[in-house]
């Protein structure tokens, strides 16, 4: 997919990537780093599965398939949101219904690929290495699954980069803090590439 994604892309281009996406953003500029003109990473990380074969984080996805299977996507998406937004918004409710809206349009077939593809998911240490244009990393400060950590380890590796921690804020940070993160990519993109 991102190799037809960069024949139909124009010479050279900005790629954004959240969570998923960002491994998505960092498989474009490993296969054609000459044509990214800007990179930026959200709430995403870089490493391959865990050492131990990830097997306490194939467990957990696994288990939240067999909810999306027998219980149908909604339900999946309601276990899944908790650990993933800032605690104190669990309570906003248009903020959670929108979450698990998005999940409900997806199927559990799709969720699946989606799960193969992150346990299949390769280091990709040595792409941040390469990165030599401006490169924004953004993460929510409470953040638990690609915390800030994370971030601050990203933007050590690529000079010149941008570390952006959105206080307040889970792994959902578009959703979560829309202004401050857009605040953050306006910042990114007013960069000279």
């Given amino acids: 997919?991102?190799?037809t994604t960069l024949r139909q892309a124009p010479e050279r281009f900005s790629v954004a990537g959240h969570s998923m996406g960002g491994r998505v953003?960092?498989?474009?500029?490993r296969l054609a780093p000459q044509r990214v003109a800007r990179i930026a990473l959200l709430n995403t990380g870089y490493q391959g599965l865990a050492p131990d074969n990830g097997k306490e984080e194939a467990n957990?996805?696994?288990?939240?398939?067999?909810?999306?299977?027998?219980?149908?996507?909604?339900?999946?998406a309601r276990k899944w949101v908790v650990p993933m937004v800032h605690p104190d918004r669990l309570n906003d409710t248009a903020l959670v219904?929108?979450?698990?809206?998005?999940?409900?349009?997806?199927?559990p077939e799709i969720f699946a690929a989606q799960i193969r593809a992150l346990l299949g998911r390769?280091?990709?240490?040595?792409?941040?290495?390469?990165?030599?244009?401006?490169?924004?990393?953004l993460?929510?400060?409470?953040?638990?699954?690609?915390?800030?950590?994370?971030h601050a380890e990203m933007a050590a590796r690529i000079p010149g980069s941008r570390?952006?921690?959105?206080?307040?804020?889970?792994?959902?940070?578009?959703?979560e803090r829309p202004?401050?993160?857009?605040?953050?990519?306006?910042?990114?993109?007013a960069l000279p590439s």
């Fill in 97 to 107: 219904d929108e979450v698990i809206e998005m999940f409900s349009r997806k199927t």
């Fill in 25 to 29: 953003a960092l498989e474009i500029y």
């Fill in 60 to 76: 957990g996805r696994y288990a939240l398939l067999d909810v999306a299977r027998q219980q149908g996507m909604k339900e999946m």
């Fill in 1 to 3: 997919m991102a190799e």
């Fill in 179 to 189: 202004a401050e993160v857009a605040e953050a990519l306006r910042g990114w993109l």
């Fill in 163 to 175: 570390l952006e921690v959105i206080p307040d804020c889970g792994h959902m940070s578009p959703l």
């Fill in 122 to 137: 390769a280091d990709r240490s040595a792409v941040l290495d390469q990165i030599h244009c401006p490169a924004l990393l």
């Fill in 139 to 150: 993460s929510g400060r409470e953040d638990t699954w690609s915390p800030p950590s994370r």
